[in-house]
């Protein structure tokens, strides 16, 4: 069964430091998403994806973060520059059609620890 | 803003018997949809179960059922027969329909244990 694979697990990096997380959505889907989890709070989104431009995305989503499709398979987010307070699970997602129309897939998740 | 919110951090059942776990919404939208996602210990998300609004009728999946109590802003999930592979985080979610693209709004999930 198809299904979204994300990488690396876990990452650890510095403060200050870029970090790519990178993802693998399904083959035939149109729509991505990143969404991330402080430990201990909600599940949040972060960015939508369509059609190689961004969609929505929320306040969280401020200049330090960029997404890019780069070849046609992997989805990317990027953080410019960490702080301490981007610690968190960050969940790639992806869905065929819009919204609730279709069911959006998770990926596992990549856990970033910025020290 | 919508919001959801579930206020059982965490539950326990035992093997064979039926846990329910609450949501409740707020959103002045009239057309969304409502969804229960899974996530077993490291392992991604699933849906469970999803319900439309405009729907009366209750969403069922096999031993997953709900409660969809829309004037309310009530969403409760059943698990009928729990079983040892229903231990996970459930997490309750609500996507407006229409100009958004689809992003989830969550709660802050309901770590369910089922006891043999």
């Known amino acids: 069964e198809p299904e979204v694979t994300q990488t690396p697990s876990h990452q650890v990096t510095q403060m200050g430091q870029e970090v790519i997380l990178r993802c693998v959505p399904i083959?035939?889907?149109?729509?991505f998403y990143w969404y991330r989890q402080i430990l201990g709070q909600k599940v949040e989104f972060l960015v939508s994806?369509?059609?190689?431009?961004?969609?929505?995305k929320s306040e969280i989503f401020d200049d330090q973060f960029s997404v890019e499709r780069p070849d046609g398979s992997n989805f990317t987010l990027k953080i410019r520059s960490t702080k301490l307070e981007d610690s968190a699970m960050y969940f790639c997602?992806?869905?065929?059609?819009?919204?609730?129309?279709?069911?959006?897939?998770f990926g596992p998740g990549t856990r970033l620890t910025v020290l | 803003a919508q919001t959801v919110t579930q206020s059982q951090p965490e539950m326990s059942v035992q093997e064979a018997e039926t846990v329910t776990l609450s949501c409740t919404y707020d959103?002045?939208?009239?057309?969304?949809?409502l969804f229960w996602y899974k996530q077993p210990p490291s392992r991604q998300m699933i849906l469970v179960i999803r319900?439309?609004?405009?729907?009366?009728q209750n969403a069922t999946e096999n031993r997953f059922s709900v409660n969809f109590q829309k004037a309310a802003k009530s969403f409760s999930l059943k698990i009928s027969d729990s079983q040892l592979g229903d231990t996970a985080m459930y997490f309750c979610?609500?996507?407006?329909?229409?100009?958004?693209?689809?992003?989830?709004?969550f709660g802050k999930g309901t770590k369910l244990s089922v006891k043999p």
């Open positions: 997602a992806s869905s065929r059609r819009r919204g609730g129309l279709d069911e959006q897939f």
């Open positions: 083959s035939n889907h149109l729509y």
């Open positions: 994806f369509y059609n190689n431009e961004i969609s929505e």
């Open positions: 959103t002045s939208e009239n057309n969304y949809y």
């Open positions: 319900q439309e609004a405009y729907k009366q």
């Open positions: 979610a609500s996507l407006n329909y229409g100009g958004s693209q689809g992003n989830l709004i």
